[in-house]
């Protein structure tokens, strides 16, 4: 089908149905700009929960419709391609991390929004890049805390925070394969370029870079920055916003290491398309449904984040 068409399509469905389009930063280009708001994961939470749309299509992965639909029960929420999974989420199924959190039963348990309903089920306070640091820190230092599931992200947080978190041993396959000596051959032939990384990051590459924070940081830093190249260590998808903000800079996205590839994507972001988004808002297909039970419990910590990013400004 013709970009134009869906393009027109999405734009007639969307008002008809009163449904707001929300797209993380890592979707295809084109999803981004048909976006009614693009965002990180604490923005998409924070707006799933004040929308007054009917309908909510989260362009992302499915632990963001979770999201969105643990916040807003009432609404019906979409997304364009349900088997757009998370490796982070995977890699912490919620019957091994149950088991984990008995084994420390004195612990406070935190849990990235990269995480399965179920698992937030089991949380006492659910983080994102953004807020993890400020969150960690409103708690007080003895508190003995279980961190899950990326490694990376725990483990940045401790060196900040100066806190012993138990980490569960996850990690993103995306962020975690990005090539150290093809990011040191990059910034040798761009020696005026910045270094912008996720914290999903190994602490390795964290170590070098110039600018470590969520995906909203990242592109807050570039714009505000006044260098011109910057060499950028997330999923590539960002890029697109931080060309458009500054037409005039330079990102380079960092190569990852096992592939001729020059950029590195996320393959279940990358499941959703404009033509998936248009089918899933004309026939309201595939649905995020999710055990009132769980819910009810998924719904605390997450809550008890935006209270606590609300207090903090973020
Ligand atoms: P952000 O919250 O920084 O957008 O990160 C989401 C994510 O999935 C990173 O891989
Ligand atoms: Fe999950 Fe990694 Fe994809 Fe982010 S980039 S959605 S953490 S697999």
């Not at 009163?18 to 700009?33: G, M, V």
């Amino acid at each position: 089908m013709k970009k134009e068409f869906l393009v027109d399509e999405i734009n007639k469905l969307r008002k008809e149905k009163n449904a707001i389009i929300l797209s993380h930063y890592y979707q295809e280009p084109e999803i981004q700009d048909i976006a009614d708001f693009v965002g990180d994961s604490l923005a998409l939470a924070q707006w799933a929960a004040k929308t007054s749309a009917d309908i909510i299509v989260l362009c992302g992965v499915h632990f963001m419709g979770e999201t969105a639909k643990i916040l807003s029960p009432q609404k019906r929420v979409f997304i364009p391609d349900t088997a757009a999974g998370c490796s982070l989420a995977d890699s912490c199924p919620a019957d091994e991390f149950k088991k984990f959190i008995e084994e420390h039963p004195d612990h406070t348990v935190i849990s990235y929004v990269n995480t399965t309903a179920a698992v937030k089920a089991l949380t006492d306070i659910v983080v994102t890049s953004t807020n993890a640091r400020q969150i960690v820190e409103s708690l007080p230092v003895e508190e003995k805390i279980i961190f899950g599931p990326d490694r990376n992200l725990g483990d940045y947080i401790n060196k900040l925070t100066g806190r012993n978190m138990l980490l569960w041993n996850g990690y993103c396959h995306v962020h975690q394969q990005f090539s150290m000596d093809k990011i040191l051959e990059l910034k040798k032939r761009y020696p005026e370029a910045l270094l912008l990384a996720h914290p999903e990051c190994p602490n390795y590459l964290l170590q070098i870079a110039d600018h470590i924070g969520s995906t909203s940081s990242l592109l807050k830093f570039a714009t505000r920055s006044d260098r011109k190249q910057f060499i950028v260590a997330t999923e590539a998808g960002i890029l697109h916003q931080m060309q458009k903000d500054n037409p005039d800079k330079l990102f380079i996205p960092a190569p990852p290491e096992d592939s001729t590839c020059a950029c590195n994507e996320c393959f279940y972001m990358k499941m959703n398309t404009l033509e998936k988004l248009y089918a899933c808002l004309k026939n309201e297909t595939p649905e995020i449904f999710i055990d009132e039970e769980i819910r009810l419990k998924a719904v605390k910590p997450i809550e008890r984040m935006l209270e606590i990013s609300e207090k903090y400004g973020l």
